[in-house]
């Protein structure tokens, strides 16, 4: 016993140490210099094969974080390990170019195990969003010549987080996740004339940090029908937040020589540590299954967020109320003990469509996605390795805007172990 104590003490060493991979740029997007980012979809990778539905959906050997009420399905003698890695591929297309990039990342790694047999419990680090584009603008203007205008962003918010989940009675859980968000949102704007030595560049510089809790609250019912098969709803409540923030500012102007060396001229503004708060709004989803365990599973997912609440140190932005919509299915031709190894290979299916919080130019931009996957069980064990992929895009490009294609490569691991078992001596 003191061994597998050890081994989760390594886990959880595990998960702390590798908070500083979050720390990297994870996604290529011009989209994400607006809200918080580009927000990242915060669903366990299986459940992204099936089109992203999780909010009746739980599982003894995966963890769902994206509803907490689902951490009473662990069993009372097990523990779970996960962690999942996303690989991208984004093309950017204009009306007159085209751009093409790719980005790997860490998706998440979670713990989840059982405190007593009414209460489940997970502990996990994952991305909340990410910011990262490199945007250049140009045009010319009468007596001056040429302006150039460059965009660029960095950083992103992660998330700790401690989830708890309680039976009710055997048809009805309710849990909550406690999150710690932190990170920062990284800006820069420059803005040159090539063309006029009589005009200075100037460049401004925002750095956001953002450290504060994030509550979410969750509720799933089941119930049994005739021939072992399940109906399960859940609900799920994103709380608004006001989130304590500090701001550092920098605004220059410089010379910039014909050989690209830059030398400062003065500095126009120089602010440090300013505090503020950012406004989160809040958000509701809910959704159903239907199936038989370890056979199939089909269902849907609703989920909206109200946006036009949001607000950065008393600015808002140009966002609008987002809703998605998802539908997946699973299915599995055989999982028993004599059957043959891709029998009890689980096949997945899905799709989603998401009106996103982006309004630009009128238009409020949307996205839409088919996936699909594989959970590939190891021999003699509930540990699964699952593999998914999807494929979509996202906006237009009418209005002189960029539509984005891209195709993402899912990879997670989920490890079962049974730990808490009382040994017998004879």
């Known amino acids: 016993m003191s061994d597998k104590k050890n081994v989760f003490v390594f ?5 702390l140490f590798i908070s500083n ?7 290529s997007s011009p989209y994400s210099r607006y809200g918080l ?36 399905a662990f069993d009372t003698t097990s523990f779970v390990f996960e962690t999942g890695v996303n690989s991208n591929i984004v093309q950017l297309n204009s009306k007159s170019l085209s751009q093409k990039s790719s980005y790997t990342s860490l998706a998440y790694i979670m713990l989840g195990f059982p405190v007593a047999k009414w ?11 990410s910011v990262g584009y490199k945007i250049s603008d140009e045009e010319t203007i009468v007596n001056i010549g040429r302006q150039e205008c460059l965009y660029e962003g960095s950083g992103g918010l992660n998330q700790f987080y401690l989830g708890n989940a309680f039976k009710i009675n055997k048809n009805l859980s309710v849990g909550f996740n406690t999150a710690f968000l932190f990170g920062s949102l990284d800006k820069t704007n420059t803005v040159t004339f090539p063309d006029s030595s009589n005009y200075l560049a100037v460049r401004l510089f925002n750095s956001t940090k953002i450290n504060d809790f994030l509550f979410t609250y969750g509720l799933q019912y089941q119930k049994s029908l005739k021939n072992d098969v399940k109906l399960r709803f859940g609900l799920v409540y994103n709380a608004s937040a006001n989130f304590s923030a500090r701001q550092d500012s920098l605004a220059y102007r410089f010379f910039l020589a014909s050989n690209g060396q830059e030398s400062n001229r003065d500095t126009i503004v120089n602010s440090d540590d300013t505090k503020g708060v950012v406004a989160l709004p809040h958000g509701l989803g809910g959704g159903f299954t239907i199936g038989i365990t370890d056979r199939w599973l089909a269902g849907m997912d609703y989920q909206s967020q109200n946006w036009e609440k949001f607000s950065a140190f008393g600015e808002k ?25 891709w029998k009890k290979v689980h096949y997945r299916l899905g799709a ?10 009128n238009n409020q931009l949307e996205e839409i996605a088919v996936s699909f996957g594989f959970g590939l069980p190891l021999k003699r064990s509930k540990t699964s390795v699952n593999l998914g992929f999807e494929l979509g ?13 891209f195709g993402r490569i899912l990879f997670s691991l989920s490890v079962y172990e049974r730990w808490f078992i009382k040994r017998r001596f004879e």
């Open 11 to 15: 886990y959880l060493f595990m998960l």
């Open 21 to 27: 991979g979050f720390t990297q740029t994870r996604i």
């Open 37 to 72: 980012g580009d927000l990242l979809n915060n669903k366990y990778l299986r459940n992204i094969s099936m089109g992203g539905i999780s909010y009746a959906f739980n599982n003894p050997c995966g963890i769902n974080y994206s509803n907490p009420a689902s951490y009473t």
């Open 119 to 129: 209460w489940g419990a997970s502990v996990g680090l994952l991305p909340y969003s």
């Open 317 to 341: 932005d140009s966002l609008k109320n987002s809703w998605t919509a998802s539908v997946g299915a699973e299915f599995t031709p055989k999982n028993t003990a004599v059957s043959g190894y």
């Open 352 to 361: 989603r469509y998401n009106k996103t919080y982006l309004q630009l130019k």
């Open 393 to 405: 895009q996202r906006g237009t490009t009418q209005d002189n805007l960029i539509k984005e294609n």
